[in-house]
């Protein structure tokens, strides 16, 4: 019996590198269908307002974001190690480069192949989420070959990164740069029409890409959205480590607001339970599921005093 339960939808990319990290840690984890767009009413009641996909919960805690999620896998079974000591620096930084500059082309380039064959209003609610006007059929097409020109010399960065034949991208062993990539190569296979052609020159990226694969997701087994809600519910936050507040930081007990520093608009709000550099939680009550702690990265969040 695992605590662990994952909220993710099968094709998201961010759900993807989650699930591949729960497999690299040989862990047992139970997964939460959750809606691909709004409304997301079995979600919200734990985060309070956090929307994205994918987030960790055990028991009245719940992990927001990836970047944060692999730090907490890591806090609980730190071997096979994300993070090697010697690749640190270099790991994070292309992790971040991956994801905040190369995903957002790749979406938009395989989303407007897809463009006919997205789930019903994805279009609508992403182009909201980017505080724009439902788009029409014909604009999210024309984007792909637009972002193409951006995506096809970031994909040959990575190709280099492999071209020696190293079987991962820092070396002999996947660390947090490869899982952060490689959910963006991943998302290449579409959902209708495949957009995998574009990754075709790259041989070793293409044989990296499988030994990715390969980790697999580890034991997954599937629960209603109900269930997850009535152990967050029966559940306390468990007790924080000790804070380690910056300068200017709230402290704990203090009442805070957060929310992700790109363009979400909903604020979490509550009473700050732990802090340091890396990650800010807060607790809060929902009348659905009583006191439950949600944990936030620091870096790429914002957070006010309330
Ligand atoms: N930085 C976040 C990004 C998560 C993200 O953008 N997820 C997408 C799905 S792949 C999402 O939730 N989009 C909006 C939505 O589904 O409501 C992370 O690492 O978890």
């Known amino acids: 019996m695992t605590n662990l339960i994952l909220h993710h939808y099968d094709f998201s990319n961010f759900a993807e590198k989650a699930r591949l990290m729960l497999g690299f840690k040989d862990l047992a984890w139970r997964g939460v269908e959750q809606p691909p767009i709004l409304p997301k009413p079995d979600l919200v009641p734990l985060t309070g307002g956090y929307r994205r996909i ?7 805690d719940l992990w927001c974001d990836t970047r944060l999620i692999a730090r907490e896998l890591e806090r609980r079974v730190p071997s096979p190690t994300l993070f090697p000591a010697a690749t640190l620096g270099a790991a994070q930084a292309i992790a971040w480069w991956a994801e905040h500059q190369l995903m957002r082309p790749v979406a938009l380039y395989v ?34 070959t637009r972002n193409l020109h ?55 990226l293409l044989a990296w890409r499988d030994r990715m694969a390969a980790i697999g997701h580890g034991r997954r087994t599937d629960i209603d959205a109900a269930s997850a809600l009535a152990e967050a519910r029966d559940a306390q936050p468990a007790a924080p480590r000790k804070s380690e507040p910056q300068e200017g930081d709230p402290r704990p007990g203090e009442r805070a607001r957060v929310r992700p520093g790109d363009n979400a608009r909903d ?24 006191h439950v702690a949600v944990h936030f990265p620091r870096l790429g969040y914002d957070w006010r005093r309330v």
């Open 267 to 290: 604020w979490v709000e509550g009473d700050v339970s732990f802090i340091d550099a890396h990650e800010i939680a807060l607790v809060r009550e929902d009348p659905d599921v009583g």
């Open 111 to 144: 989303s407007g192949v897809n463009a006919e064959h997205m789930p019903a209003g994805l279009h609508e609610d992403r182009a909201r989420l980017h505080g724009l006007p439902p788009p029409s059929l014909e604009a999210v097409r024309k984007a792909a």
């Open 54 to 60: 994918p987030v960790l919960q055990d028991g009245a």
């Open 150 to 204: 951006l995506v096809r010399p970031q994909i040959a960065w990575l190709a280099d990164m492999l071209k020696d034949e190293r079987p991962y991208l820092l070396g002999d062993a996947p660390c947090i740069a490869d899982f952060s990539a490689y959910h963006v190569v991943w998302f290449f296979r579409g959902r209708h029409i495949d957009c995998r052609h574009v990754l075709e020159p790259y041989r070793h």
